[in-house]
């Protein structure tokens, strides 16, 4: 196994004599994993265990949210871009969203 990754690195490293194709494509090119499955991150991202593209949106109250850049804060019906804590103060990148009667 140890050998296999060495001359994969090699290969991937200094590039192959011809022209990429498919297998070596997939071995060298960068993919995130969502759970069970891979992904390109430059066209999708992981969202609740499920892959998903870069444009979905989703509701929070009556605001929209772009679920791979931004998240949801329930309690208080903000979005904030993702990674940030809901527990933070409000910012200026915060956008205050009331609750669907």
Known sequence: VLAALCILTLVCSHGAPVSPTGAHLMLCQ??????NKFYDPQQHCC?????????????????TF??????????????????????????????VCSSVS
């Open 47 to 63: 969202y609740d265990d499920a892959v998903v593209s870069l444009g979905r949106t989703q509701k929070c109250g009556n605001c």
């Open 66 to 95: 772009r679920v791979c850049f931004e998240q949801c804060c329930p309690w208080t019906f903000v979005v904030k871009v993702k990674g940030q804590k809901c527990s933070l103060a409000l910012s200026s990148d915060d956008k």
């Open 30 to 35: 960068s993919h995130t994993r969502c759970g």
